[in-house]
């Protein structure tokens, strides 16, 4: 059984940063890919970024050049670097685990608010 605990969400002005954690605990060989998603109130949750096993990023149009994807994988976490956060970014951001781009393990989520 796979567990993900995300961490680093918070309160930020427009124009800051903020960098999002998200440790995997147990085994699922099934795993090929690491991503986090959001989810804004009233809305759809959408892919923000993923990162495959062998390191190939991708991002949704809305954050590429302010977001940035990366593993470490001695220590089972991938990171979200967020810079020029807009208001638009307010959401619950969630770490997933997929295969072949399909998320089957969530974590909890984290609040990221950004106030303009």
């Known amino acids: 059984q796979v567990q993900l605990v995300e961490s680093g969400g918070g309160l930020v002005q427009a124009g800051g940063s903020l960098r999002l954690s998200c440790a995997k605990s147990g085994t699922d060989f099934g795993i090929n890919a690491r991503g986090w998603y959001r989810q804004a109130p009233g809305k759809q949750r959408e892919k923000v970024a993923t990162?495959?096993?062998?390191?190939?990023?991708n991002y949704a149009d809305a954050v590429k050049g302010r977001f940035t994807i990366s593993r470490d994988n001695a220590k089972n976490t991938v990171y979200l670097q967020m810079n020029s956060l807009k208001p638009e970014d307010t959401a619950v951001y969630y770490c997933a685990a997929l295969t072949d781009n399909v998320p089957l393990y969530w974590g909890q989520g984290t609040q990221v608010t950004v106030s303009s």
């Open positions: 990162i495959a096993s062998f390191g190939i990023a």
